[in-house]
């Protein structure tokens, strides 16, 4: 049985903090001058990406790369998935190359398991309709590590500020924060909120405003912004992105209320001016950039930690 | 030449009771029921020794696929799926390619079941052209042939005046009209029901009152209009109390449920697995009890399939993308006997004279099994244990979300008009 990363759940919280601590390692590995190590030499990587997402199939190929694999890219906007081919056909094809990890990004929820039954290569699920993202999930826990040192997850208040109804990094991110034991609130109008929460141990508010000026116990330790899809108001689930921003926005003044230390984080592509302003998105306590270099430690992590051979890091480094 | 069969040592169960009987078939219909009978020189001698001897299954809620389909089912496989299953009687629903909605059509279709001839085929149709829900179908051209059942099923008719309209037209020529009960602008885009999975696994969801609104809608149509509905797969708690006020309250309606929806949860769907994807979707624990309670205190007239073959590589899609439906003829019986708390006998009056009443097929099945009657039974070994092997199925495709599920009962013969197009759990056509 292949191992996978499909989701933080199956992960558990072990598996993300055995990550959180290997994606330490890797970062150790970018810093040097030649940021590459030979740990995954002969091993191949396909990035089955049929939806498009040039930053996350480039981190993780630029991850797959700093170890040494040989990186496939699939491409569905130049591939057999435009004549009509199958995603069955699609991965046993794949899978009759010999191949040992698929890095999947897909439209829709749930094809990273569906494709697991096809193959016996490992599956990474870059992101899978609104459900899940975990590598986001877990590249934003390490980040919120590192710009929070001497922090415990359980100590910390975490806003989630937007659709989360139809966002596959809130999933995640609730996850992996609920099992780090962190506080989190759902910051949204009750039209972006999924039909039920049961069982996700989140906090719910329709008022930003209120959120982020708390203080004391109910202070934010950080503010993740989610991105905004502009059709939502076509869909009456917003009358106008003019009236989102007023309500739910992080403008300047909302983030001029957060507490000092508290960061701002977005998991990209921004639209600025709609969910995060311009000012907020550039300003000191944005982490956006930081998520991004970390998203390729946090990837080369999961790609070692799926197909390595086990042994330390810092022995196959040599 | 007249042919005899005779299907000796088990209990003749129908709507008079449980008794000792052989029953002695001549010619396609029953001439003798009774003890211990002399099979005539030349008989074919059927064992039913340990079987229960009931009248054939009657299946509302049956699709064949044909035409337009054939790569996931035709009407001789599903109806070879159907014997097996132990029904003789199915209805074929009208959401073919072409549809069903026309005399034409019915024609085709009929003549399909009677060169099968593995059990009677009757056909549905449509209540509007195309399944369009904008124009009335002509009914009474369909009606003329026999069509006695009218749905769109797998839409609900949408406008609250053709729906109307159209229920006053049928009650002019004694006919049924059966709803598939959705409204589409609430579920628009939903894929499974809307709830705590739904929105765990980012699955845009169908809610229950989708469903309710359009079963309070037409009981409320019937009672303007004095007109029978049927309501078809009701899958939730609530509009199995609706229907159960409305009966109280005399209003002329009928309902059926499905097999899955008393063994099966939105939990399945957790599998992200489309063999799981049906319409109306699985639903919670709750409505699964209540669809119980229903099948139990007779507010749900019948347990019907749904059957609804898929080939595989249509069904193999991601979970929002694959077609809704689920195999069900040859597992309707097993599950009935291994999931609900009911006697035999009311397992049986579900799958059998119930329906057959409700289809407007009483003339032909459902029993009584009393000589004169047309020769159309089941014999049902209710002990046996199996398990269910998708490759096994006779239908032509394999989505089965039963694979592997261990159940407790199984059809042993089929007599189909006198002869016995099952022996031994095997097609003989």
Not at chain 2, 355 to 384: S, Y
Request: overall charge negative; charged content about 20%; some cysteine.
């Amino acid at each position: 049985m292949s191992r996978h990363l499909r989701s933080i759940e199956e992960l558990g919280v072990d598996g993300i903090r055995t990550l959180l601590d290997l994606a330490g390692h890797m970062a150790e590995v970018n810093r040097r001058s030649i940021p590459k190590v030979p740990a995954l030499r002969g091993k191949t990587v396909v990035s089955l990406f049929f939806e498009d997402s040039t930053r996350t199939r480039l981190s993780f190929e630029t991850a797959a790369k700093r170890l040494s694999a040989d990186v496939m890219t699939f491409s569905a906007s130049s591939s057999s998935a435009n004549k009509g081919e199958s995603l069955r056909d699609t991965v046993e094809t794949l899978d009759a190359m010999g191949i040992d990890a698929v890095v999947v990004r897909h439209k829709s929820s749930g094809v990273p398991w569906q494709i697991a039954r096809w193959t016996d290569a490992s599956i990474v699920n870059a992101g899978d309709g609104w459900h899940a993202h975990p590598t986001q999930a877990l590249l934003d826990c390490y980040t919120i590590r590192d710009r929070l040192p001497g922090r415990r997850f359980d100590d910390l208040h975490v806003a989630i500020v937007g659709d989360v109804k139809h966002s596959r990094v809130a999933r995640s991110d609730v996850a992996a924060l609920r099992a780090l034991g962190a506080r989190v609130t759902v910051v949204a109008p009750p039209t972006l909120l999924p039909p039920s929460l049961d069982g996700w141990g989140v906090e719910v508010s329709h008022d930003l405003d209120a959120v982020v000026g708390a203080r004391g116990s109910d202070a934010l330790d950080v503010a993740y912004v989610l991105r905004m899809q502009l059709e939502r108001q076509e869909q009456a689930l917003v009358p106008t992105l003019r009236e989102y921003t007023s309500c739910f926005g992080l403008t300047p003044e909302r983030a001029a209320r957060l507490p000092d230390h508290a960061l701002v984080m977005h998991p990209g592509p921004m639209n600025r001016g709609v969910e995060i302003a311009p000012e907020v998105a550039d300003s000191p306590r944005s982490v956006v950039t930081a998520q991004v270099a970390n998203g390729v430690a946090v990837r080369m992590a999961v790609l070692y930690w799926l197909l390595g051979s086990g042994a330390d890091l810092a022995k196959e480094a040599e | 030449m007249s042919t005899t069969l005779v299907l000796k040592g088990g209990d003749v169960v129908d709507q008079a009771g449980r008794r000792r009987a052989d029953v002695v078939v001549v010619d396609g219909m029953i001439a003798a029921v009774g003890p211990d009978l002399d099979a005539p020189t030349g008989a074919q001698v059927l064992d039913a020794a340990g079987c229960l001897v009931s009248p054939g299954l009657v299946d509302l809620h049956t699709h064949l696929r044909e035409p337009g389909k054939e790569e996931a089912e035709t009407v001789e496989t599903g109806s070879r799926a159907a014997a097996l299953g132990g029904f003789t009687a199915v209805l074929a629903m009208p959401n073919t390619t072409p549809a069903i909605d026309s005399a034409a059509m019915v024609r085709e279709v009929i003549e399909l079941g009677r060169r099968a001839s593995l059990c009677d085929v009757y056909v549905s149709g449509a209540i509007t052209v195309g399944r369009g829900g904008e124009r009335l179908a002509p009914l009474a051209e369909m009606a003329a042939l026999g069509v006695r059942f009218f749905t769109d099923d797998g839409n609900g008719v949408q406008d609250t005046r053709l729906m109307r309209r159209a229920l006053e037209y049928a009650s002019g020529l004694g006919v049924t009209l059966a709803q598939h009960c959705e409204d589409d602008a609430l579920c628009a885009g939903g894929v499974m029901h809307e709830g705590e999975w739904s929105s765990r696994l980012g699955l845009a969801g169908q809610p229950s009152e989708a469903e309710e609104l359009m079963v309070l809608r037409d009981l409320a149509l019937s009672r303007l209009t004095g007109a029978r509905v049927h309501f078809q797969h009701l899958s939730t708690r609530r509009s199995v109390a609706l229907v159960r006020e409305a009966r109280a309250a005399g209003l002329p309606v009928s309902c059926e449920a499905t097999p899955h929806h008393f063994t099966l949860t939105h939990a399945e769907c957790a599998s992200y697995d489309p063999v799981f994807k049906v319409n109306p979707p699985l639903r919670t624990d709750a409505d699964v009890a209540a669809v119980k309670v229903g099948l139990g205190d007779g507010t749900i007239d019948a347990i019907a399939t749904d059957h609804a073959p898929h080939a595989p590589h249509t069904k193999e899609l991601p979970f929002d993308q694959a077609p809704p439906g689920m195999l069900g003829l040859e597992t309707a019986l097993a599950l009935a006997l291994t999931e609900l708390t009911l006697p035999v006998e009311e397992v049986l009056a579900l799958l059998s004279w119930r329906p057959a009443m409700v289809g407007g097929m009483a003339e032909r099945h459902g029993g009584p099994v009393t000589p004169g009657r047309a020769a159309n039974l089941a014999v049902v070994d209710p002990a046996h244990e199996w398990v269910v092997d998708p490759n096994a199925l006779a239908s032509k495709a394999r989505n089965t979300p039963y694979a592997g599920r261990r159940l407790r009962g199984r059809v042993r013969h089929t007599v189909f008009g006198g002869v016995a197009v099952v022996v031994d759990a095997e097609a003989q056509r």
